[in-house]
């Protein structure tokens, strides 16, 4: 299980589903959203942009990628095309005539 607010989290709860354990934390207690495809976690992390983790290993996560496009002001939440070539961005604070989806 992870959580995104306020930070990024992921619990363990195979041990004990009732309690669940903190497995590891991001190290910030910022995050906007978040969303994990198989083993990766996106973190649309505001304006500190979009951070990719590998989390196989849910007790050893590491931080893959941070996507930071100045183009987009506020990263608010996104998604994965099934083929994981491609993430589109949602940002919140976009004005016309900018789109609020970047991919």
Same mark, same amino acid.
Not at 30 to 47: A, I, M, N
Not at 61 to 68: G, T
Not at 77 to 89: A, L, N, R, T, V
């Given at each position: 299980?992870?959580?995104e607010?306020p ?16 497995a ?15 083993d990766e976690?996106?973190?649309?992390h505001g ?9 196989s290993n849910r007790?050893d996560?590491?931080?893959?990628l941070?996507?930071d496009d100045?183009?987009? !002001?506020?990263?608010? !939440?996104?998604w994965?095309d099934s ?5 589109s961005?949602?940002?919140e604070?976009?004005r ?5 989806? !970047?991919?």
């Amino acid at each position: 299980m992870y959580a995104e607010a306020p930070g990024l989290r992921i619990f363990d709860v195979k041990s004990d589903p009732i309690n669940p354990q903190l497995a590891w934390n991001g190290n910030s207690n910022q995050g906007h959203d978040g969303t994990v495809v198989d083993d990766e976690l996106y973190d649309f992390h505001g304006r500190q942009g979009t951070s990719t983790y590998d989390i196989s290993n849910r007790l050893d996560s590491s931080l893959k990628l941070i996507i930071d496009d100045p183009s987009i !002001s506020y990263h608010n !939440s996104g998604w994965i095309d099934s083929s994981k070539k491609f993430i589109s961005i949602c940002d919140e604070l976009v004005r016309h005539p900018s789109v609020d989806i !970047s991919a």
